[in-house]
């Protein structure tokens, strides 16, 4: 340390150092990714967004959108879901091998916030089965003790299917249906996941969010759909305009304490359109190697509350 | 210290004060400049959480334009060229070699402050970059790149050249900033900018860099002026050099390889990798506050009376409570909490505001004086603003370190509808805004001591100017 080269030299190999773990070896690892099979499916993912999308991106960069918003879902974990699909010829022997979750439930294998809520609901379904199948019987439990009483109940004549479901306070929000995964970004540019979340994680605003009307709405006037919104105002992205002969097509349906005088429509610019139009593409909801989960169309497996 | 007893053929201490001026006066000048109009971006970014509808149909002017402008305006406005300017005068006077070539720095100086402002209006129409912490277009960037090689090869030429060959600590730490900040500044610009990288590496890259710029080199270039300052005021050397080499490369070590939030969407050794370096900061920060104990307590050095060495060990604690902090939201449990929330913006403001600003408002103070040859205008007002910059900080940083908490538990809470977690962080929003409002005085009272000063010296100039102008035309007359 008494000459100025060996300072040079010693910090050039440290700070090296963290460039190639940093800079060199992300780009190595994730540099050529390219479109993966969504699970259980032939499909891949992600697909390119529409042109409006992608130039609607950069109406979210340029307005510095990611200064309050993530697009990041985080999950804690992932759990199963019990499905009875099937109860077979004997309905008391499954009901019998169902009910006994009482007598051998391990509270350990009951995992995230659904604890509670999953033993009310075997509290309360003692009952003869109501015939709806198929039914949630038991939410989420671990996979070990999932495949026990699915044996149980199989080998009592009924059918059971194991769904895997993500757990965790952003999932229960509906903001999306698994965490984000690098996959999600692979178009992007920029990539801005946020890191403030002064309003809502948007990385499933499309699919939670899913009509142009609301997300145009939400941009006039964010406190005419939600009610005690803090976002401001992005009125610059529309025109308020006298209206022709015939009101325009596009003209935003507002409510009235948010509606120009009359005689006068709102009409999104292009930006808007386009801003809208990424807002939709934005809906990372299925489920790849890395972030499994169930796929349904069934309505069971729907985001619990709307945020 | 004692210069003055050198052979009469070495060039004084004022000798090689009086050299920095002119660059010191451009960077600092400028640097005073973008700090007042980054407090008022960042108030006016601040009020928009009171009021949405605050200049909401100027389209320039909307919370993600400010916003980063603020910070962009504070990190590469003020403290970049504060800390080159401190660099170049402590190079300078430890080795004894007064500055030479100074058109150079001062066309640099003015060079980098113009490129701050392409940066700054790109952001405001919209072509940011939408990295944070890289927001300036490139324009923007590549002045500010070029402006930055020729201040640090200058500071360096200084560096290879003393007179002085004895190394000491501060040495090494604003060595290693200024060779870093050319790397990491490239290879951002390069890889995001120019040629970007596909996918997520863009974010890792942008998270990698903006953790190098906003901690590793305001650590070390703050730590550097501190090394100084701290031994010379309390009277007593450094205590000692082997911890101070200890926690230089500890902190290189440790603080240069991190920075990916816990949870970030990429492969889970990055953030892993992150969490493990910031938690082995611990210990850099611990030898460095063992430093900061041993060489301060019960040394009968000069009283702080809330001048420079008052404002540097404020920054010292700050920095070891940044520090700190940087250690907590690397553990799992704490992270999972505060990670989304405005704890990010308390941390982000302690390391540039409360350590990093208030170290080089003491370092300036100190220097000032001397490249001038005159006093501060109104030194009085040092103090006043002391006060208002502690407190100010104090208030954002206490307010949303605790509203981050909060709001942390409610996100956390499904049950907590998402109207109700914003709602709950206003007030400690309001208590952040009153915060920027104290550093925003002091900012100004800065800025008024500084431009005051520098009138102060161009009238004199332009005096000596005046009188070299007017009195020559008898003297040939006499001689002839």
Redesign the interface.
Known sequence: ????FA??F???V??G???C???LA??L?????KQTSVLNSSEVYPIQRSGDATLGLQIY????????H?E?V?QDDVGCDMMLTSVGKNTNAVHEAYQSYFNTILREHLVG?RVVDSIDRIATNRGPWPGKLPVRILAPVDKFFADLEADKIAAAGGKIEIQIVALG?DI??GWGLR???????????????????????LAGVGAWMPDLNSQLMHLYA?RSV???????????LFEIKKIGDAPSPDALNLRKEFAPPAGYEVVPKPEAKELAAYLLSLHADVPLYDAPFTSLSASTNAP??K? | MTVNENPPTNPTTQEIDFSCRVPLLALFGGGALWLVIGSLLGLIASIKFHAPEFLADCAWLTYGHVQPAADDALLYGFCIPAGLGVALWLFARIGQTPLRGIIVPVVAANLWHLGVLVGLVGIFIGDSTGFAWLEFPRGGSAILFFAYLLLAMWAMMNFTGRRERALCPSHWFLVAALFWFPWIYSTANLLLVAWPVRGVVQVIIAWWFGNNLVFLWTSLVGLGAAFYFLPKFAGRPLQTYYYALFAFWTLLLFGSARGIPAGAPVPAWLPTLSAVNSLLLIVPVIAIAVIGWKTLYGAAGSECKGGPFCMIKFGFVAFVLSGLLQFATSCPHFSRLVQFTWFGAAQTQLQLYGFFTITMFGAIYHILPRIMGFELPFPKLVRVQHWFAILGVVIFVVALAVGGMEQGLKLNDPNVAFADVTKSVLPFLRASTTGLLLMLAANLLFAANLFALTLKWKIALAKTAFAAVTAPLEKPEVEA
């Open positions: 340390m008494k000459n100025g300072i040079f010693a910090a050039f440290v700070l150092g963290s460039w773990a940093f800079v992300p780009e690892q994730l540099g050529g990714a960069r340029a307005n510095g959108c990611a200064a309050c993530t990041q985080q916030p306070p229960a929000r965490h984000s995964v690098a996959e999600d970004f692979l178009y992007d540019y920029p990539v801005q996941p946020g890191s403030l979340r002064a309003g809502p994680d964010p939600v009610k005690d919104s803090v976002m401001p105002p992005f009125r610059f619990a509350n945020p």
